[in-house]
């Protein structure tokens, strides 16, 4: 059984930035899609990013662009999320996601899921 623990959220001032981590343990993490995905008070579920298994490939939402970098260590079956300029309507749960088929650029699909790391940024 794969299990993905978050970490690394919090409060944090408009313009601040934040880490997130999701530590994986149970399966072939350098074979998984990963992605991290939000869920804001009142709203949808909102894809924020993935990436390949080798880490070759990315894809953003638009919202996020040039502001949040995710990445990923094989070797420690972690994917990363660098939240940088802050913004209050980035203000989620913030969960990440597994695929065991190596998928990251769809927002379905996931076999595997955190239970989330709230993020707060106050305006």
């Known amino acids: 059984q794969v299990q993905l623990v978050e970490s690394g959220g919090g409060l944090v001032q408009a313009g601040g930035s934040l880490r997130l981590s999701c530590a994986a343990s149970?399966?072939?993490?350098?074979?998984?899609?990963m992605a991290w995905f939000r869920q804001a008070p009142g709203k949808a579920r909102e894809f924020v990013v993935g990436?390949?298994?080798?880490?070759?490939?990315?894809n953003y939402a638009d919202s996020v662009k040039g502001r949040f970098t995710i990445s990923r260590d094989n070797a420690k079956n972690t994917v990363y999320l660098q939240m940088n300029n802050l913004k209050p309507e980035d203000t989620a749960v913030y969960s990440c996601?597994?695929?065991?088929?190596?998928?990251?650029?769809?927002?379905?699909?996931?076999?595997?899921w955190g239970q989330g790391t709230q993020v707060t940024v106050s305006s």
């Open positions: 149970g399966g072939t993490f350098s074979r998984y899609g």
């Open positions: 990436i390949s298994p080798t880490s070759l490939y990315t």
């Open positions: 996601a597994a695929d065991a088929g190596g998928h990251f650029n769809s927002r379905f699909g996931y076999n595997y």
